[in-house]
């Protein structure tokens, strides 16, 4: 199951998963203790070159919680170990019109790219079900030229498993 959202909805689906992380945090919220996630940049120090119908390489890793992702950096491809429902939040920092694929084990997974005009951000939240393991997930520029991405961190990407 995917579950793609506009720029509203992305606002939207943003604001009420920071809300339901406070909550987790005063304990209003149980979690499992098997609740596992993983958050990942790429930062770059000067303007930062995504060639055409390549993913983007990820630089740094700020958390990984539990077992369910591989990852080790540089690398533009995490690995889900589990089976499971997972929430997927990414942001890229572009300078022009661009365009990414969220890709599942080399797929998109929509039909049409998520895209982003006149710098971006590009940004989307995404709900996926991994049915077979190990799965693979890339952001890929889904356009045949470059893309451009702002200095600094210019993409972030999150990952958090919500049920079994």
Not at 64 to 87: L, R
Not at 108 to 118: A, D, E
Not at 125 to 131: A, C, G, M, N
Request: proline share 9%; hydrophobic share 40%; aromatic share 8%.
């Amino acid at each position: 199951m995917v579950i793609p959202m506009n720029s509203r909805g992305c606002i939207f689906a943003v604001c009420s998963f920071f809300l339901y992380i406070n909550q987790i945090k005063e304990g209003r919220v149980n979690v499992p203790p098997s609740s596992q996630s993983i958050e990942l940049n790429k930062s770059c120090t000067g303007t930062d070159t995504v060639p055409g119908n390549s993913p983007i390489t990820f630089t740094g890793v700020l958390a990984n919680v539990g077992g369910a992702f591989t990852f080790i950096p540089p690398s533009p491809t995490i690995t889900i170990n589990e089976t499971g429902s997972y929430f997927i939040s990414f942001s890229i920092h572009n300078q022009g019109d661009a365009a990414f694929n969220l890709t599942v084990n080399g797929t998109p997974i929509t039909p049409l790219p998520f895209t982003g005009n006149g710098g971006g951000p590009t940004a989307a939240e995404v709900i996926i079900t991994v049915t077979t393991v190990p799965t693979t997930i890339q952001l890929v520029n889904a356009n045949a030229t470059p893309a451009q991405l702002h200095n600094n961190i210019n993409t972030t990407m999150t990952i958090l498993k919500l049920a079994p």
